[in-house]
């Protein structure tokens, strides 16, 4: 145990955890979604660059994982494939399908809610880590700056994309705009820290959960307003408050999907 | 495949490795417009090196060169008068005045720290 | 009327098969035989499409990789097949300017199945060491046929190869890193890879094509080797693969499934049971195990979002 470790109290270490596994568990999610993508997105150039955010995002999940694994909480592999549901951490949005249907088969997976998604998670990821460069567990602090710095290109991409899609035809904002508020209804808890809110905040781990949506309103409307749009209300989270454990079936699946292989021997080396 | 005729537009790629390399070309991709071809362009050519700058180059803003205009360029070597190669007698020439030839080894060696 | 255009198709032919021989290189805007244009654009569309078709049954085990390395590994890798898609594809679209046509018009190619991809990808990927062999075996067999054509005649093509045979040698090693791990496991992961190499191995020897167009009544390789795209037959490369990877494979332990392979001394060559060459013509008609279900997903995927692509030629600056 090291000298930070042995310092600290357990309500500190619990509302320490429970924000890494927030944030963990939100990376690993977005990255899987993104992964699943990987081969069909409308054009293969555009493939190719989403992929390198998924691969930046895990790589991003991976890092708070090690944070965990250096707290104790278990090896990084273990927490990132084996926890299960009621114990994982992140937003419902982000765990949702990419649309109707398996990835090994046809998938219908919808572009305007993988655009739409992306933008309102990078931008709450973005708020999120401005306010953990000041983190009082400097551990967290020193990822966070890192993780901050291929958060410049997600962001960049996904605006891009956001905006041309809502000023091309009518077909593409028609779908944009289902996309917002198929977003929009999950995204409640995304600024949540769910039970631990309190102790998250009182040790100064993160800026408040207002603070944060009052930010996060604030980046974002610029890019609403380029597009004739208002800035939306971010909702109350729903009874599923993926902070506190409370997921639906689409993680459930992707969960037994994400741990199949290792699932077979979780002993063995792979 | 209606109107995917102008989603296919090329885009020359062009970037430099370090701040103070020059531009090379890296590949071409298809895009719908600038925007697009930039956010693509790493990513589809420079995931694994560093990269300082990027450039993108609508390809039918690029003049090419045709077979005719291909044979402008060829000359004859009859051009020492250009090149050092030329002057080379200068070498003898200051060794009778006990002086060394400033080749271009030498001099391009003057912008460095004064010996 | 300029000099350039008085001169005789022969002249040109000639002037064209000099460059050749003497190791020049021709650009996308060169003067060139029909023949030969016809020859890349068949060879690379096939190349390039086998790589947008090959992404996908190794996509297959993306989220399902065992641990978050091997999931970023084998993302990173699947990326750089959509990637070499990309280029090969983009130096297609090129030589196809003449036909008008560009890459939608190769998508309909695929789906109507004018346009064939490589057997491999067509099989079924049952277990993770699948996803092992394609990057250790399928990914070393195509390593010995791009590298022989990254002198190619055709500049464009060998610039690709030049891109895309550095990420091969990633490629390969990723396949090696899971085998390995597969082969000093448990003895339900040496299972595994076993249970793949037999599922793989006629695959790999039909990869290559047929040692003589004889067999299957049609082959590329005369005009290829012809054109200088590239300098070895069918035979050869299967032979260099044995050379590279027989060793390698029986070291692991591994058998490998055809009884009568042995090294002849006298030929210097090694002598194989034949894999299944009407199967193999089966197979790349689409009638592969995989072949319709790969062939679906990709229709439907490039079908089920085109309005993004109508959407932003709306777009257009």
């Given amino acids: ?270 | 495949m209606m109107g995917e005729e102008k989603f296919y537009q090329e885009y020359e790629i062009f970037s430099k490795r370090t701040p103070s390399s020059a531009f090379q070309h890296q590949f071409s991709l298809l895009a719908p417009n600038e925007d697009m071809a930039f956010i693509m362009a790493q990513e589809n050519f420079m995931r694994r090196e560093p990269v300082a700058d990027i450039w993108i180059v609508n390809r039918k803003h690029i003049k090419k060169m045709n077979d005719e205009e291909k044979m402008t360029l060829n000359r004859l070597e009859n051009k020492d008068y250009r090149t050092t190669k030329g002057y080379g007698y200068l070498k003898k020439k200051w060794r009778q005045y006990e002086q060394e030839m400033l080749d271009e080894k030498e001099i391009l060696s003057w912008g460095g720290v004064r010996k | 009327m300029t000099y350039m255009s008085v001169e005789t198709e022969e002249a040109k032919l000639d002037k064209f098969m000099e460059r050749i021989e003497s190791g020049d290189k021709i650009e996308a805007d060169d003067w060139m035989p029909d023949e030969y244009r016809m020859t890349l654009i068949k060879l690379i569309s096939m190349h390039g499409m086998s790589e947008i078709m090959g992404a996908l049954p190794e996509k297959e085990w993306v989220p399902r990789a065992p641990s978050l390395y091997r999931k970023l590994g084998i993302m990173a890798k699947v990326q750089d097949e959509m990637g070499h898609g990309q280029l090969l594809l983009r130096v297609t679209e090129d030589l196809l300017i003449p036909y008008n046509k560009n890459r939608g018009d190769l998508m309909q190619d695929l789906f109507t199945g004018d346009l064939k991809f490589h057997n491999v990808f067509h099989m079924e990927t049952k277990t993770w060491a699948d996803a092992g062999i394609i990057g250790w075996l399928v990914d070393g067999a195509a390593i010995i046929t791009q590298t022989d054509m990254l002198k190619a005649s055709y500049g464009p093509y060998s610039r690709a190869l030049q891109r895309i045979c550095a990420e091969e040698v990633f490629h390969a090693q990723h396949g090696e890193s899971i085998i390995l791990a597969l082969a000093e496991g448990t003895e339900n992961q040496k299972a595994m890879v076993q249970e793949a190499l037999n599922r793989w191995w006629e695959p790999l020897l039909m990869f290559f094509g047929p040692a003589s167009k004889e067999t299957t009544g049609s082959s590329k390789q005369d005009l290829t080797i012809k054109y200088k795209i590239r300098t070895k037959t069918n035979e050869e490369f299967r032979q260099i693969f044995f050379d590279k990877y027989i060793p390698r494979i029986l070291s692991l332990g591994l058998t490998i499934p055809d009884p009568t392979l042995h090294y002849d001394k006298e030929s210097n060559m090694w002598s194989y049971q034949q894999p299944d060459w009407n199967e193999f013509k089966k197979i790349i008609k689409n009638q592969g195990p995989r072949s319709e279900a790969r062939l679906n997903l990709r229709r439907h995927s490039y079908e089920y979002n085109s309005w993004v692509r109508d959407a932003l030629s709306a777009t257009i600056s």
């Avoid at chain 1, 765990?95 to 990078?122: I, Q």
């Avoid at chain 1, 729903?238 to 699932?263: C, F, I, P, Q, Y």
Wanted: net charge negative; hydrophobic share 40%; glycine share 4%.
């Fill in chain 1, 1 to 270: 145990m090291t000298n930070a470790e042995s310092a600290m109290s357990q309500e500190y270490k619990d509302a320490l955890e429970s924000l890494l596994f927030q944030l963990a568990d939100d990376d690993f999610m977005y990255a899987y979604r993104g992964s699943e993508w990987l081969g069909l997105a409308p054009h293969i150039e555009a493939d190719i660059a989403f992929s390198s955010i998924s691969q930046d995002t895990m790589g991003h999940a991976a890092m708070y994982y090690q944070l965990l694994e250096d707290l104790g909480a278990g090896k990084a592999d273990h927490l990132a494939h084996f926890r299960p549901s009621e114990d994982r951490k992140n937003s419902i949005l982000l765990e949702r399908v990419n649309g109707e249907g398996y990835y090994m088969e046809t998938p219908h997976y919808d572009w305007a809610y993988a655009v739409v998604r992306s933008v309102f998670y990078t931008y709450a990821k973005k708020v999120k880590l401005d306010s953990l460069r000041e983190s009082a567990y400097l551990p967290l602090a020193d990822v966070a700056l890192k993780v901050r710095m291929e958060l410049y290109y997600h962001k960049m991409h996904w605006d891009i994309w956001f905006k041309q899609l809502l000023n091309s035809t009518d077909v593409a904002k028609k779908k944009m705009n289902d996309a917002i508020q198929l977003v929009l209804a999950d995204f409640g808890d995304v600024f949540s820290f769910g039970s631990h809110k309190q102790a998250i905040e009182k040790n100064g781990l993160i800026a408040s959960e207002e603070e944060l949506k009052d930010k996060w309103s604030k980046l974002i409307a610029p890019l609403f307003q380029s597009v004739q749009m208002t800035t939306p209300i971010i909702p109350e989270p729903s009874d599923k408050n993926g902070r506190n454990g409370k997921h639906t079936s689409d993680l459930e699946k992707g969960l037994a999907t994400l741990s199949e292989v290792n699932k077979v021997d979780s002993a063995a080396v792979w």
